[in-house]
């Protein structure tokens, strides 16, 4: 059984589904190889435009497999931090793909199954989901870059007591406090969500892919942003997307980009 089911559509969409429902779709030494394979085969997909992540059955992912913890007394700490860092690095490389992703968090996001989900540009999660990050309930430090990713996403607030507590936030809590961009009822979020993903991979790929590059980098001041736009406006400026795209506008019409 493949642990990661993928489908690409003609659309340039990407649907990646965890699938290991029997499990919560826990982050297995399988899957994250999957994950790996797949992550390599989209960095360089130029077809591929869009990319939506969910999990098959009832959650997104209940987190790390951490079965394998009961063998801590083989290992030491060096060791352990080996693992942990290839296996952050692993499934975080979805941060570093040039189109921009979603994920649809159908049910429980838990520990680093959340914080793969907050890992992506946009985040839509079903009203009942659960969002949680129980590390210090467990005994654990967090992982898979939550002191990062929550303060960012949740602001400091929030962030704390989610990860001092362990308390879980709903869907629709979690849409109120900016931690995902929105819920949706949890028949409705997969047809919500790929409606966005092909209103995404509608748009010109080089401009597209240039304004994830602007958003993720972070300008320092309004000087360092001018910078970049005057440079990858002209790029854009140059491309064959921009004749169409004001072709298309002036014809009133729907656009089609090819990414040249």
């Not at 990646?16 to 394979?37: K, S, V």
């Not at 060791?79 to 429980?108: C, H, K």
Request: hydrophobic fraction near 45%; charged fraction near 20%; glycine fraction near 8%.
């Amino acid at each position: 059984m493949n642990e990661l089911l993928v489908d690409r559509r003609d659309d340039g969409v990407v649907l990646i589904t965890l699938n290991r429902p029997d499990m919560r779709n826990a982050m297995t030494d399988t899957m994250t190889a999957e994950w790996r394979a797949v992550m390599a085969e989209l960095r360089d997909d130029r077809q591929a435009r869009c990319l939506v992540v969910t999990g098959a059955g009832s959650a997104f992912s209940s987190g790390g497999d951490l079965s394998w913890i009961g063998e801590r007394g083989t290992e030491a700490v060096p060791q352990l931090r080996d693992r942990m860092l290839a296996f952050y690095r692993t499934w975080l490389a979805i941060s570093e793909l040039e189109i921009p992703t979603i994920a649809a968090v159908n049910g429980p996001a838990v520990g680093a199954g959340l914080c793969v989900a907050l890992a992506c540009d946009l985040v839509y999660a079903a009203d009942d989901a659960k969002l949680l990050a129980p590390f210090t309930s467990l005994g654990l430090h967090p992982g898979m870059a939550a002191t990062y990713l929550l303060p960012r996403r949740a602001g400091a607030r929030l962030a704390t007591e989610m990860l001092l507590t362990g308390r879980s936030v709903s869907g629709q809590e979690a849409s109120g406090k900016g931690l995902v961009n929105q819920s949706f009822p949890k028949n409705h979020l997969m047809s919500e969500t790929e409606a966005i993903a092909r209103k995404i991979a509608q748009n010109a790929p080089i401009a597209t892919r240039l304004t994830k590059v602007a958003l993720n980098q972070g300008h320092q001041d309004l000087e360092a942003a001018l910078m970049w736009e005057s440079l990858a406006q002209p790029v854009t400026m140059a491309s064959a997307d921009m004749i169409e795209g004001l072709t298309a506008h002036r014809e009133r019409r729907m656009p089609k980009f090819t990414g040249s």
